[in-house]
């Protein structure tokens, strides 16, 4: 069973940056577009970025600028470079497949808390 790992988060100031990384067991990451996720509390889970092997990443406006999405398909890993980060950015960020019917079962996510 393919299994996605995601790492990197922690707690971090205002205008402070991190990078999640998001390692899959198996090599589909590397001919499908991917994505990030998060989830706040008492929240539903939101897109917030996406990068296919060809074309353009997308980013949901409220990271547009700041966030960076990028991939090592040789190491079956996804990365999100995060900078300039705020306080409403704060939720346990996933990774899966942006398409619903290619995703595989959700990790346990890495939890971003941004505070001073």
């Known amino acids: 069973q393919v299994q996605l790992v995601e790492s990197g988060g922690g707690l971090v100031q205002p205008g402070g940056s991190l990078r999640l990384s998001c390692a899959a067991s198996?090599?589909?990451?590397?001919?499908?577009?991917m994505a990030w996720y998060r989830q706040a509390p008492g929240k539903q889970r939101e897109l917030v970025a996406t990068i296919p092997n060809i074309g353009s990443t997308y980013y949901a406006d409220s990271v547009k600028g700041r966030f960076a999405i990028s991939r090592d398909n040789a190491k079956n890993t996804i990365y999100l470079q995060m900078n300039s980060l705020k306080p409403e950015d704060t939720a346990v960020y996933f990774c899966?497949?942006?398409?619903?019917?290619?995703?595989?079962?959700w990790g346990q996510g890495t939890q971003v808390t941004v505070s001073s």
């Open positions: 899966n497949a942006a398409a619903l019917h290619q995703q595989r079962p």
């Open positions: 198996g090599t589909f990451v590397r001919v499908i577009v």
